[in-house]
């Protein structure tokens, strides 16, 4: 009993210390087009030297596109995967999403499904239509909603998007998808659909979120969109960052795309390859601070190389917990023991189950009634969330 209680305080103390003044850091890199360009490999040193937990690209990992078989597609990605291989190695979190050149290509899902399964599995607690395409997971003190923008083009999956948000009790929320909301260069992009665009952009809005990132056109550029309040406290930034490998583009708007009622402000813009270095403090539980650097590739004469150097281009805010939480999602049902070992019975409860890891990775699903007990002894140590339809609890798993 003693050596158990210890345990647990072991790994309470190791918890807090993780929670309390530790910083983070993650990257955002899209359009890498591998196929048609590595430079994503030259990146990757520089991205494990930052000491990033995460790698997330909003599509267009490949250059695939309407002309490519389902062969080559899959050719492309095994290719990509050898590229970013060195991040797998490291054990750092590497998630995609599809662009218009992965949904573009013959039978695209067939492949994208195949390719991404196994130790390459995506979380896979997207809406039924879009399961490894759309997914959510949570690292530390952040939610990351990754959104499909082609199962139904130009547009995100607003009703799961809402649920998301509902259940969300992380004070950082980062949101990507492929297209820009709001038009820099490809007028292909979310304000194709603009009723279904404010919708979205009004609930990030809503629920805190600062930040979308986007790739599709192949350049650095971020904007403020104001909202016409007055107040730039609630605005979000659109931070484009399909600066992967693609080829890069000269030609950009000055936002002369749909945008009522909305009004964006560019704020930086670069014609070069790079990536967004994002640190993320957690000073308390109630909130933290976020600094986003962009970090550009530059020529180095000397060592007669390129490297990727951090510029003076940043973002900075802090953030606060949500400030309500919905009671059911902590009194509907009961979980015990807490923590557990080898078991935990769900009771209160009648309908289906799931149990996600932290890295949103689905672990169990099925249906109870009133109350199920679940063999949890092949689970590793740590936290798992248990969702029962639109309530959910978290649960410590000892070993």
């Given amino acids: 009993m003693k050596i158990g209680i210890l345990k647990l305080c072991v790994l309470l103390f190791l918890s807090n210390s993780i929670l309390g003044q530790n910083k983070w850091r993650f990257a955002v890199v899209g359009d890498t087009h591998v196929g048609s360009s590595d430079t994503i490999a030259e990146m990757v040193p520089y991205l494990l030297a930052d000491s990033v937990d995460l790698v997330l690209l909003p599509g267009d990992i490949v250059e695939a596109g309407k002309a490519c078989s389902g062969d080559q597609l899959l050719a492309q990605l095994t290719a990509w995967k050898e590229l970013m291989q060195p991040l797998y190695d490291e054990g750092i979190g590497v998630y995609s999403i599809r662009g218009n050149h992965e949904a573009d290509a013959h039978d695209n899902l067939n492949v994208w499904n195949s390719f991404f399964s196994g130790s390459n599995a995506l979380p896979q607690n997207g809406p039924s239509a879009e399961q490894n395409l759309t997914y959510s997971f949570i690292n530390k003190n952040a939610l990351f909603i990754m959104l499909d923008n082609y199962v139904n083009i130009h547009t995100v999956n607003q009703e799961w998007l809402n649920l998301q948000f509902e259940e969300n009790n992380q004070p950082n929320v980062f949101v990507l998808g492929h297209e820009q909301a709001f038009k820099v260069f490809h007028s292909d992009c979310l ?134 939480v919905n009671e059911t999602s902590i009194e509907g049902f009961d979980i015990y023991p807490n923590p557990a070992s080898s078991y935990i019975t769900i009771a209160g409860f009648s309908g289906n189950v799931r ?45």
């Fill in 355 to 399: 149990i996600y890891n932290m890295l949103g990775r689905l672990m169990w699903n099925g249906l109870i009634q009133e109350s199920k007990t679940l063999d949890v002894s092949q689970f590793q140590a740590g936290i798992y969330i248990v969702q029962c339809d639109n309530l959910s609890k978290r649960v410590m798993v000892l070993q």
């Fill in 191 to 324: 304000d194709d659909s603009v009723l279904q665009r404010n919708t979205f952009w009004q609930s990030l809005i809503d629920n805190r979120v600062k930040v979308y990132f986007c790739g599709h056109d192949h350049f650095f550029d971020v904007a403020r969109i104001g909202n016409g309040d007055g107040n730039e406290d609630n605005d979000v930034y659109q931070y484009n960052i399909g600066t992967g490998g693609g080829w890069l583009m000269s030609q950009f708007s000055n936002y002369n795309g749909n945008n009522t009622p909305f009004s964006p402000s560019r704020l930086h813009h670069e014609t070069e390859h790079g990536y967004a270095l994002v640190e993320v403090s957690d000073d308390s539980a109630s909130g933290s601070d976020v600094t986003i650097t962009w970090k550009m590739r530059v020529w180095n004469s000397t060592t007669s190389s390129y490297q990727y150097t951090a510029t003076s281009s940043l973002i900075q805010y802090s953030t606060s917990a949500p400030t309500s």
